[in-house]
Structure formats: C-alpha cells, structure tokens
C-alpha cells in the first residue's frame, strides 16, 4: 500500500480503492472555523434586529462571550500552545499605518462621490441610528471609543490571530487571506444591509473585504496582530467621521 501525502491530507491506495484520511491539525482547524464563523453574524443579527427583546440580547451576549473565550480555551486546550500577546518581533507598524490611511482616504473619497450621486438615504440611517441609541451624541461617541480602540482589537485578535491561522492550517497563506476576509466579510454585510440600500451594500462589502485583506496580509507578513490593528482603528476612525456627519452633521 502506497502513501502519497498531500497538503494535510494522506490519501492511501490498496486493492480495495483509496480511503483518505484527514490531518488532524486539518480536521481541528475545520472544527475550530465552523464553532466560531457564524457566532458573529448571529451576534451582529440580534444587534439590529431583536436586540430589543431579552432572548436577543441573551444571545448576543452569549454569542461575544463565545467568539472571546472560544480561542484563548483552543489554544490551551486544543491545540496546546502557550498564550502569547502576539509581540510585533518583526515590527509592521510603518506598512499598518499606511494601508490604514489609504483605506480611510478611499472611504472618505467614495462617501463624497456616493452622497454626491444621491444614493446614500440619511434617514433611514437617522432612523436606525435611534434604534440602537447611536442618536444621541454622548452614545455615539462611547460607541466610538469603544468601537476603535476595543472591539477593532478583538476583531484582529478573533479573525486574524484565530480565523487566518486556521485558514492557514487549511489553505496556505495567500489563499487563508482571501478565506479569512471572505468570512470577516459576512456579518458586516448584515450591518450594512441594516441600514444602507443596495449600491452601498456592496460597495460597503468591497471596502470590508479589502480591509479583511490587508490586515490578514499583514499578519501573514509580520506575525503579530499589533500592526493590523493600528491599521484596524485607523479605519475604523474614518468610518466613525462619516456616521457622525451622516447621523447628527446632516441635519
């Protein structure tokens, strides 16, 4: 019997046919995407939609507790590495600035060109805004604060340092980067259709797809989560600027 490896995978050939039998490190890393992938697009759902209710805000909660726990309990227990604060050995500050800035000024370059062209509805967003709170000023700015500094950091520490590693496991790197920003991609398509019609829907998806890309770049190229993360808050901070104008500036 012959045994022919192939990225993860060792595929066995005998007389009675071939019988393929998955890596370990292949099948856990599948297991470890399918637990926590859809636990932020249901989380991001109950936010704009039955958050209003205890059973949603049950689950929201429960589905953010499960996306930060789930990876630090993996990692120890699963995969038995020790924790680390992901250091930036290999520096990557300089490129993370940059890829930031340009990002920030293509949003604020295409938010000008779309409310130009009359396809950006403020009260629609005004309306959902009220939903959540975010009308009021106070609100806005918290929800900033905590958005760019925290919840940006957490995004890299779950869909970089978790998600695009276990890609990685799967894929490669090059193919683990557009995985990685597909699936990152996902529940921000839930946040957009909340509040935006189609046109920016999808540009909106764009934007979020080419972010997810860069900043799974840039821990494929320094391993670390630091660099993504200025990167992240940079970004974050632009779109900030534009719902700030579109919520309370417009008015």
């Known amino acids: 019997m012959d045994e022919v490896r192939v990225r993860g995978i060792r595929r066995f050939h005998g007389k009675s046919g071939r019988i393929d039998k998955v890596n370990p490190n292949t099948r ?3 297991l470890a995407l399918l637990l926590l992938v859809p636990a932020q697009s249901i989380a991001t759902a109950m936010f704009f939609w039955i958050t209003h209710t205890l059973t949603g805000k049950c689950i929201f909660v429960a589905c953010k507790l499960w996306m ?3 990876p630090v309990v993996w990692l120890k227990f699963v995969d038995r590495e020790p924790l680390s604060w992901s250091p930036p050995r290999l520096g990557g500050f300089r490129a993370g600035a940059v890829l930031g800035l340009a990002i920030a000024a293509v949003i604020f370059a295409a ?17 959902r805004a009220a939903q959540t709170g975010l009308n009021h000023l106070g609100a806005y700015i ?8 925290v919840n940006s950091l957490m995004e890299e ?8 590693r276990k890609f990685e496991v799967l894929l490669g790197g090059k193919l683990a980067v557009v995985a990685a920003a597909l699936v990152f991609t ?5 946040v957009l259709v909340a509040q935006f019609n189609w046109p920016i829907v999808l540009l909106g998806s764009a934007g979020v797809f080419t972010g997810g890309a860069a900043w799974s770049w840039l821990y ?22 534009v719902g700030y104008w579109l919520i309370f500036g417009s008015k």
Not at 113 to 125: E, M, Q, R, S, W
Not at 142 to 149: C, K, L, Q, R, V
Not at 186 to 190: L, N, Y
Not at 220 to 240: E, K, N, Q, T
């Open 111 to 127: 938010f000008g060109i779309a409310f130009h062209l009359g396809v950006i509805h403020t009260d629609k967003i005004a309306d």
């Open 142 to 149: 918290g929800g900033a604060i905590w958005w760019i500094t």
């Open 68 to 70: 930060g726990l789930l």
């Open 186 to 190: 996902a529940h921000h398509v839930i």
């Open 220 to 241: 494929l190229r320094y391993r670390s989560i630091w660099p993504g993360y200025l990167s992240h808050a940079i970004v974050d901070a632009a779109i900030f600027i």
């Open 157 to 164: 520490y779950v869909w970089r340092w978790f998600v695009f």
């Open 28 to 30: 856990k890393a599948l």
